[in-house]
């Protein structure tokens, strides 16, 4: 699905020379290297502070802890995406309320947002699932009519650019209150190990971030609040530095690859292509089609998989229908297009290192399979 050894090794000096910095130095917690990521991801996203953790998960529930979250509250998340996003929801002792997604774009269907919202709403964490934006010009009007919290979960979608109706253009995860992300080695901007952080515009909300994130403290050993300890390891971030500096290059070689395989299955019958949001860029952290329901996806995945081809289903049981969260309260049936697309969804090989005899042999033997059974 991915090739981070030839992304590697086409940036091994750069990588190694900065990764040997960090040895000389020693300085492997909190070294200058994190700060000065930081500052380098602030700049590239806009996101006026920017604060590393331990990775996207934890991202997640520091931001919950900051915007005051109390048990008992309720926050709505989509129930087509990783479980991640969830999972901290129920941890903290809130209450996950669900919601469907759009059939064409992923994400989270704004026309039932308004139903979802009752007196114990507080937040919406938004997923920009596969790598573009969600319906942030509705997300965020409705927050506002509410008075809700907007977290963006923004772990497949670094570098998504959003055109509001007015023509401002905002990055992926700087539009809410706070956006989150991953630095997962697969993720579009990934580290070598794990890795991630918290966006902020707001300056008291990034110190309470900041804060919870080390221990609850802004002085050391003076603890103001209950925290946790969450940290990107001065190596990720010397990693995270040199490969910000390839994130456009490598958003363009997702995107052309995305074109290809767009081109070659556009005309096929069996095959939905992704469709694109026309308020977002697309960074393609994964390129997934939807199969037509009379298509056995178990049959075509174990066909490309003889061929050598790997394929991969984000996600096969929606959240609701998860063992550990049919407590609260999830039935067959009520979500239909989560899910209905946990049944049809493949994403195929897509990397920023793909060559152009690798993706030929994937299309032709996708082909294939469809003209010998049509
Ligand atoms: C990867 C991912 C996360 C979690 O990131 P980790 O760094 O693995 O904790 C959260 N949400 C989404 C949508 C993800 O894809």
Redesign the pocket.
């Known amino acids: 699905m991915v090739d981070l050894n030839t992304q590697y090794l086409n940036i091994k000096t750069e990588l190694n020379t900065a990764v040997q910095n960090v040895f000389d130095e020693t300085a492997f917690i909190n070294g200058p290297q994190v700060d000065k990521f930081a500052f380098e991801l602030s700049d590239y996203t806009g996101s006026k502070f920017i604060i590393p953790c331990a990775?996207?998960?934890?991202?997640?529930q520091i931001s919950m802890m900051a915007l005051g979250f109390k048990p008992g509250d309720e926050i709505i998340v989509p129930a087509f995406?990783?479980i991640?996003?969830v999972e901290v929801i129920s941890l903290l002792g809130l209450i996950p309320v669900f919601i469907d997604v759009n059939e064409f774009t992923f994400n989270l269907n704004t026309d039932e947002l308004e139903s979802k919202i009752t007196s114990k709403t507080v937040g919406i964490v938004t997923?920009h699932?596969y790598g573009q934006c969600s319906n942030m010009e509705e997300i965020l009007k409705i927050s506002k009519t509410h008075d809700l919290k907007v977290i963006e979960?923004t772990?497949?979608a670094i570098g998504a650019i959003y055109t509001f109706l007015d023509g401002t253009k905002k990055q992926a995860g700087t539009m809410g209150d706070i956006g989150?992300t991953?630095?997962?080695p697969s993720?579009n901007l990934g580290c070598y190990g794990?890795?991630?952080a918290i966006f902020t515009n707001d300056a008291s909300l990034a110190h309470k971030i900041k804060m919870i994130a080390n221990h609850g403290q802004s002085v050391k050993y003076f603890h103001d609040t209950i925290g946790v300890n969450s940290r990107l390891d001065t190596l990720q971030a010397a990693i995270l530095s040199v490969k910000l500096r390839y994130l456009d290059k490598y958003t363009k070689s997702r995107n052309e690859v995305a074109e290809k395989y767009d081109n070659a299955f556009k005309n096929n019958s069996s095959i939905i292509i992704p469709k694109r949001n026309i308020n977002s860029t697309h960074v393609f952290?994964q390129y997934t089609i939807i199969l037509k329901q009379d298509i056995d996806r178990q049959e075509f995945k174990n066909y490309l998989s003889k061929c050598g081809i790997p394929t991969m289903v984000y996600y096969p049981l929606p959240l609701h229908l998860q063992k550990a969260y049919l407590s609260y309260g999830g039935k067959e049936g009520q979500f239909p297009v989560s899910e209905k697309l946990c049944k049809t969804v493949l994403s195929l090989p897509i990397h920023t290192e793909m060559k152009n005899t690798e993706q030929d042999y994937i299309i032709e033997k996708i082909s294939e399979y469809f003209n010998k059974t049509n």
């Open positions: 990775n996207g998960t934890d991202a997640l995406t990783y991640a996003t997923v699932l979960d772990a497949q989150t991953s630095f997962f993720k794990d890795g991630g952290h």
